[in-house]
C-alpha cells in the first residue's frame, strides 16, 4: 500500500520528473500526428491510385495490344472463377496533346487511354472524379450543354470556386466560334484575299497566289478531300510546306461540320492539364470544355506511325493526384482503335492494350492474379494489381512511414535516459526515505516496486498527454494549419502540389495504442535501473545518508 | 511467516525471573574501510528480559549504534548471535527479517526518520501500510487508522494529524516516529539518541513518554544515548567501552 500512495506523492511533489517526461510527451503526440497524417496521405493517395487503376490489370506487352477482347474475356473469367465481378478493355499509347491558348500552341506529353465509356466507370472510381454532375452517373464522350461543376465535388471546406467551368460545354463552344468568325470577318476586311503571308488561306489558293495564277475550283475540291481524311498526307501534297495548324480547328464553313453545332469526338483530359492553381489556390484555365484540341499518337503496327486528329473536350478528369492529372487523356476506345487501325479488316475483330478487371470485395488480389498469371503465357502477357504497378511508390510511403517511426521512437528513448538520469538523482535525494522503510520492514522487492510504480506513473502521465495533445493535432490540423499561415504569412501545405485543400488525417487506434504502450513500457524500463539501486541500498547507510 | 512466536509480555515482577525477550551473544561487526580493518564490536554479550527498560552508553564511537541496528535486525552481524524470544533471527533470510522488523521490533531514531511527503498520521500508517498490500490495506484501513489516530492523540498531537513534518516541532516529530514505532503492536522498541537533536525539556518529555510506555504497558526497550543522565532514568545501565560491555 506505501508504495502506491509513495508513488503518488513523489508525483506531486517532485517536478523535475515531469520535466523529463514533457520529452516523452512531446515524443508521443509527434508519432501520433505523424502517423495519422501519414496515413492520412498514404490512404489518400491509395484511393486515387485505385481510383484510376482496377482491381487487376491484364496487359499486353505490345502496344500494338492483343486481339479479340471479348475472347480474352472469356478465358479471364474461367480462370479467375467467381471472384471476378467486371471487366473492361483499355487502349493506352503515349500521346501529344496540343491546344491553342491566345494564338500559341501549347504542347503536352500524355497518356492517350481508350476506354468504354458503357463498362469503364464499373471497374474503377473513374466516374468519380468527373467534372459534370451526369458525366459522373454515366461517361458520355458527347459535350454537354452547360451545367459543370463550379464548386470542386469533392471538396471538403469552402474552397475558391471555379467561375469559368459555368460557361463551359456548348455555350462556350458557340461564343467562342461565333468569336472566331468576326475576328476573320475583320481581317478579312483588312487585308486583300492574295496577301502573301494569307494565314487562312488554303494551301491551292496560296499556290496559287504565289504562282500568280487563278485558283482553279478543282484544287479548292482537292483541299476539302484532302483535309476531310488525314493532315499529314494533305500537307505532302500541297508541297511539303508545313500544315496550316488552324485547318481542323477551324474548318472552312460549307467544307465539313458547322462547330458551332457540332463537335468532333470527345475527349476527358486530366485536369492538370488544361489549368493551373495560382498562388491563391484559385484555378486558371487554360482550356475548357468545347474546346478542341489535337492529339498526336503513334499508330499500331511496325513501326509506328505518328497520326494526328482534332478532338472535342467534353469534361475534366480530376483524381487530385497530380501525376493523372497532368498525364492521362480519356478518349472513347471504339475511336482510337479505329484511328490506330487496331481493327483486322477482314475479321473485323478489334485489338485491345489491356483489360481492366475488378473483382468481388474481399476477393484476395493476389490469389487471383496468380491464377491469371498460371493460364496466360507470362512472354505475352503481364498480370498485376493496382498494388503491383504502383508497387515502389507505395513501399516508398512505406518505407517513409517505417524510418519517420524509427526516427521519433528514438526521441522517446532519448526521453528514457533523461528519466533514467532524473530518477537516479531521485534515489539519492530519498536515500535516506529508502532507509526508513527498510527500518519499517520494507522488503527489497517493495522499494523496487515504488520507483517502478513512479516510472510507470511517469509514463502514463506523458503518454496521456502526448495521446491527447497528438489527438488534438492531428484532429485540428487544418485550423493549426491555417493559423500559422497567417501568423507566417507562408503556404505550409501547398495545394498546388497535392490537389487537395485540406491535410488528410487517419487516426488508427491500434498505432496509437502501439505508440502509448511502447512509451509507457520505455518509462517503466528506464526506471529498472534506479529501482534495483534503491533496493540494494544497505539499510544503515541509507539511514545515515545526509 | 516467522518462525519466532512472541507472547504477550507479562506484567513484570521482581520475584520470577522474566524470560529474556532479546540476548545478543559474543556479537562481533566490523567495517572495512581500504585496507584498514575497524573492529566496531569485539564480542557483545547482553541480554534483556522483556518488560525491561535498558540503556546503552558510551563514547562516541564505542559501537552502541552499530549494537542497536543488530539487534534491529538492520544490519547482519560478523560473529555472534542475536536471538529474539528464544529463537536465532540473525542469520534468517532477508524476507523474515523484514518481517520480523516490521511486526516485532520498533525503531526510533535521533534524526526523527520521518517521511517528508507524508503527513503524520500517514508516517505512523507507514509500518501497517508496508505490512499489508493494497486490498487487504483495504479492509483493514479504517481499524488502523482508528489505532493510529488513538497513539497520536495520547502523544498529544490530536491536531495534528494531517500536518508535514516540517509543520512539527522536534519534540512534536520524536513523538510522531515513536507512535509510528508502536504502531504495529511490538514488543521491543529500540531508540538510538531519541533526545539528541532536542532542548532540554522536548527530551525529557520524550523520555517521560517512554518511561510511561515501559511501566503501563511492559514494552521492553533498549535505549542508546551518550548522556549518563538521560541513561539513569532506564532500569538498567549498560556500558559500551572500544567494543565491549564494560559495567552491568
Not at chain 1, 219 to 238: F, I, K, N
Not at chain 1, 307 to 333: G, H, L, Q, R, W
Request: charged share 20%.
Amino acid at each position: 500500500m506505501y508504495k502506491l500512495l509513495l508513488c503518488c506523492r513523489y508525483l506531486r511533489t517532485r517536478w523535475i520528473a515531469l520535466a523529463s517526461i514533457i520529452s516523452v510527451t512531446l515524443g508521443v503526440a509527434t508519432m501520433i500526428v505523424v502517423n495519422a497524417v501519414m496515413a492520412g496521405f498514404s490512404h489518400e493517395m491509395q484511393t486515387r491510385i485505385h481510383g484510376i487503376l482496377s482491381d487487376l490489370v491484364f496487359e499486353s506487352h505490345s502496344l500494338s495490344g492483343f486481339q479479340d477482347p471479348a475472347w480474352h474475356m472469356d478465358e479471364i473469367r474461367r480462370a479467375g472463377g467467381d471472384e471476378i465481378e467486371g471487366m473492361t478493355p483499355t487502349v493506352a499509347v503515349p500521346a501529344m496533346l496540343n491546344f491553342q491558348v491566345r494564338g500559341q500552341w501549347i504542347t503536352r506529353q500524355v497518356m492517350f487511354i481508350g476506354i468504354d465509356e458503357a463498362t469503364h466507370a464499373s471497374v474503377s472510381d473513374f466516374g468519380r472524379y468527373l467534372q459534370h454532375p451526369a458525366n459522373r452517373g454515366q461517361l458520355s464522350f458527347d459535350l454537354r450543354d452547360g451545367g459543370y461543376d463550379t464548386v470542386d465535388s469533392q471538396a471538403t471546406a469552402t474552397e475558391p470556386t471555379r467561375p469559368a467551368l459555368e460557361a463551359a460545354g456548348w455555350p462556350h463552344r458557340r461564343m467562342r466560334v461565333e468569336r472566331e468568325r468576326l475576328w476573320r470577318e475583320r481581317l478579312d476586311s483588312e487585308r486583300p484575299p492574295s496577301d502573301e503571308n494569307g494565314e487562312f488561306a488554303s494551301p491551292a489558293e496560296k499556290s496559287a497566289a504565289e504562282s500568280g495564277k487563278p485558283v482553279r475550283p478543282i484544287d479548292r475540291q482537292v483541299d476539302a478531300v484532302l483535309a476531310a481524311t488525314t493532315e499529314t498526307p494533305a500537307t505532302e501534297a500541297s508541297g511539303g510546306r508545313p500544315a496550316d495548324p488552324f485547318r481542323q480547328a477551324r474548318p472552312e464553313e460549307g467544307t465539313r461540320m458547322d462547330p458551332a453545332t457540332e463537335q468532333f469526338t470527345g475527349i476527358v483530359p486530366g485536369i492538370g492539364l488544361a489549368s493551373f492553381r495560382d498562388s491563391s489556390g484559385i484555378d486558371r484555365f487554360l482550356t475548357l470544355p468545347g474546346d478542341d484540341v489535337k492529339v498526336t499518337f503513334p499508330t499500331a503496327g511496325t513501326p509506328p506511325k505518328a497520326v494526328s486528329d482534332t478532338f472535342t473536350i467534353v469534361d475534366f478528369y480530376e483524381s487530385k493526384m497530380s501525376e493523372y492529372d497532368a498525364n492521362f487523356v480519356f478518349v472513347p476506345i471504339a475511336a482510337l482503335q479505329r484511328m490506330r487501325g487496331m481493327i483486322d479488316p477482314e475479321s473485323g475483330l478489334a485489338s485491345v492494350n489491356s483489360i481492366q478487371i475488378k473483382l468481388r470485395p474481399g476477393a484476395d488480389l493476389e490469389t487471383v492474379r496468380d491464377r491469371l498469371r498460371k493460364a496466360f503465357p507470362a512472354d505475352l502477357y503481364a498480370v498485376a494489381t493496382w498494388r503491383d504497378k504502383q508497387g515502389p511508390l507505395l513501399a516508398a510511403v512505406d518505407m517513409e512511414m517505417a524510418v519517420l517511426n524509427i526516427l521519433l521512437f528514438l526521441i522517446i528513448a532519448v526521453a528514457g535516459f533523461g528519466i533514467l538520469a532524473i530518477f537516479f538523482m531521485i534515489v539519492v535525494e530519498k536515500t535516506r526515505d529508502i532507509g526508513i522503510l527498510k527500518s519499517l520492514g520494507a522488503r527489497a522487492a517493495g522499494i523496487a516496486g515504488i520507483f517502478l510504480g513512479y516510472g510507470l506513473c511517469l509514463g502514463l502521465v506523458g503518454a496521456g498527454a502526448g495521446l491527447a495533445l497528438g489527438l488534438a493535432i492531428a484532429l485540428n490540423i487544418n485550423t493549426i494549419r491555417a493559423g500559422v499561415e497567417w501568423c507566417t504569412g507562408q503556404r505550409v501545405f501547398d495545394p498546388s502540389i497535392y490537389y487537395f485543400f485540406n491535410i488528410p488525417t487517419i487516426i488508427d487506434p491500434v498505432t496509437i495504442a502501439w505508440v502509448v504502450i511502447g512509451a509507457v513500457g520505455i518509462a517503466v524500463a528506464s526506471s529498472v535501473l534506479p529501482a534495483l539501486r534503491a533496493a540494494r541500498l544497505h539499510p544503515v547507510e541509507a539511514l545515515r545518508h545526509e | 511467516m516467522s518462525s519466532v512466536t512472541l507472547e504477550r509480555p507479562r506484567a513484570a515482577s521482581p520475584e520470577i525471573a522474566p524470560p529474556a525477550l532479546l540476548r545478543v551473544r559474543d556479537l562481533r561487526k566490523h567495517y572495512r574501510s581500504g585496507d584498514r580493518v575497524l573492529e566496531v564490536l569485539r564480542g557483545v554479550d547482553f541480554d534483556l528480559a522483556a518488560g525491561e527498560f535498558v540503556s546503552v552508553i558510551g563514547q562516541s564511537g564505542s559501537g552502541k549504534s552499530t549494537l542497536l541496528h543488530l539487534m534491529g535486525l538492520l544490519d547482519a552481524p560478523d560473529g555472534g548471535s542475536v536471538h529474539l524470544a528464544g529463537g536465532r533471527v540473525d542469520n534468517l533470510p532477508a524476507r523474515q527479517r523484514d518481517r520480523l522488523r516490521n511486526t516485532a521490533i520498533g525503531m526510533v531514531f535521533q534524526a526523527y526518520h520521518l517521511l517528508p511527503e507524508l503527513t503524520a498520521l500517514e508516517n505512523v500508517l507507514a509500518p501497517l501500510m508496508v505490512r499489508h498490500g493494497i486490498w487487504a490495506w483495504l479492509s483493514v484501513r479504517r481499524e488502523a487508522r482508528q489505532r493510529a489516530v488513538d497513539l497520536l492523540e495520547r502523544f498529544g498531537l490530536g491536531e495534528r494529524l494531517q500536518h508535514k513534518p516540517r509543520q512539527l516541532s522536534g519534540g512534536e516529530m520524536q513523538r510522531v516516529a515513536i507512535a509510528r514505532a508502536l504502531v504495529g503492536g511490538p514488543r521491543l522498541l529500540l531508540a538510538d539518541e531519541p533526545t539528541g537533536n532536542l532542548d532540554v525539556e522536548s527530551g525529557a518529555g520524550i523520555l517521560d513518554v517512554l518511561c510511561t510506555l515501559n511501566r503501563s504497558e511492559g514494552l521492553s526497550i533498549v535505549l542508546v544515548s551518550h548522556d549518563a543522565s538521560i541513561a539513569g532514568r532506564a532500569d538498567r545501565v549498560v556500558r559500551l567501552v572500544a567494543g565491549r560491555v564494560a559495567t552491568v
